[in-house]
């Protein structure tokens, strides 16, 4: 026989057991385009960001929301050039992460990007935003400053990629001296 439960148990419980799954508002279901561009000085472009929320200047790699039913890719394009005045030739998705899954279905595509052409940002009036150029050989210790989460994981993702365009790996993969186009296996994107 099963004892009955009352008083403070039973209003603990019955609360639990009606518990509802909150419905993601538009606010939260959206995509984010995140790009790792790089220059034909083989130096990484990133920005600080002023973080209202930690009164900081944070850096970061430029990022935007896609627009309801935009193309990530077509996000990324129009937020490099936004955010930091380049244009891009080519540009390439090399993988994906959930931003935040215990909260929200947030996807955070990240691209790389090269032979930029320098121009005018065109940033939000809200925008806050400082580029910076890294050299190849600047880059592990700046990595190691940047507090960002997304930027980390952006750039974890694309790591073998990165490297061999700042040129840390060009000698055995076909680099600048080499004559060879050929890009290296591990550039190749590895998540879909």
Same mark, same amino acid.
């Given at each position: 026989?099963?004892?009955? *439960?009352?008083?403070? !148990?039973?209003?603990?419980?019955?609360?639990? !057991?009606?518990?509802?799954?909150?419905?993601?508002?538009?606010?939260?279901?959206?995509?984010?385009?995140?790009?790792?561009?790089?220059?034909?000085q083989r130096k990484l472009v990133l920005e600080w960001v002023f973080r209202?929320g930690i009164g900081k200047w944070d850096l970061e790699l430029p990022a935007?929301?896609? @627009?309801?039913?935009?193309?990530?890719? /077509?996000?990324?394009?129009?937020?490099?050039?936004?955010?930091?005045?380049?244009?891009?030739? @080519?540009?390439?998705?090399?993988?994906?992460?959930?931003?935040?899954?215990?909260?929200?279905?947030?996807?955070?595509? /990240?691209?790389?990007?090269?032979?930029?052409?320098?121009?005018?940002? @065109?940033?939000?009036?809200?925008?806050?935003?400082?580029?910076?150029? /890294?050299?190849?050989?600047? *880059?592990?210790?700046?990595?190691? %400053?940047?507090? @960002?989460?997304? %930027? *980390?994981?952006? *750039?974890?993702? =694309?790591?073998?990629?990165?490297?061999?365009? /700042?040129?840390?790996?060009? %000698?055995?993969?076909?680099?600048?001296?080499?004559?060879?186009?050929?890009?290296?296996? =591990?550039?190749?994107?590895?998540?879909?």
């Amino acid at each position: 026989m099963r004892k009955r *439960l009352t008083g403070r !148990a039973a209003t603990s419980f019955s609360k639990r !057991a009606s518990y509802k799954k909150p419905r993601l508002t538009d606010a939260e279901n959206y995509n984010i385009s995140m790009l790792i561009p790089i220059t034909d000085q083989r130096k990484l472009v990133l920005e600080w960001v002023f973080r209202k929320g930690i009164g900081k200047w944070d850096l970061e790699l430029p990022a935007g929301k896609t @627009h309801p039913g935009e193309d990530p890719k /077509v996000c990324a394009i129009r937020e490099l050039r936004e955010e930091t005045g380049y244009r891009a030739k @080519h540009v390439r998705q090399l993988g994906w992460f959930y931003l935040l899954p215990s909260r929200m279905r947030t996807k955070v595509f /990240v691209f790389l990007a090269w032979k930029l052409k320098a121009g005018k940002p @065109h940033r939000d009036l809200d925008e806050r935003t400082r580029p910076k150029l /890294v050299r190849g050989e600047d *880059l592990d210790r700046v990595v190691a %400053s940047i507090r @960002h989460g997304p %930027s *980390l994981a952006a *750039l974890s993702i =694309a790591q073998a990629a990165v490297k061999w365009f /700042v040129g840390s790996d060009r %000698s055995n993969a076909g680099g600048a001296n080499s004559g060879s186009k050929r890009r290296p296996q =591990a550039f190749r994107p590895h998540l879909r």
